[in-house]
């Protein structure tokens, strides 16, 4: 096997890769929309599954939202 074609290889360059910003923002509505079926306790569960399907990492996810927040406080 190739290098090139490695499993290993393809995961590191997905993990690099830039998510883009609406992906990001609709992320974030998901996880939203998640934490209102499943309640706010459940907000980490939520979260991490936004993730998932977003092909985000969970921290990017979680710093997002908080600057979402900070974002509306400063208007």
Same mark, same amino acid.
Do not use: C, Q, W
């Given at each position: 096997?190739?290098?090139? #074609?490695?499993?290993?290889? &393809?995961?590191?360059?997905?993990?690099?890769?830039?998510?883009?910003?609406?992906?990001?923002? /609709?992320?974030?509505?998901?996880?939203?929309?998640?934490?209102?079926?499943?309640?706010?306790?459940?907000?980490? #569960?939520?979260?991490?599954?936004?993730?998932?399907?977003?092909?985000? /990492?969970?921290?990017?996810?979680?710093?997002?939202?908080?600057?979402?927040? &900070?974002?509306?406080?400063? &208007?």
């Amino acid at each position: 096997m190739s290098l090139r #074609k490695s499993s290993f290889i &393809e995961n590191y360059k997905k993990k690099l890769s830039v998510p883009n910003l609406n992906s990001i923002k /609709e992320a974030i509505h998901y996880a939203f929309k998640l934490t209102d079926k499943y309640g706010i306790n459940k907000l980490n #569960k939520s979260i991490l599954e936004a993730s998932i399907k977003y092909n985000i /990492e969970e921290n990017i996810l979680r710093d997002n939202i908080d600057n979402f927040f &900070e974002r509306d406080n400063d &208007e």
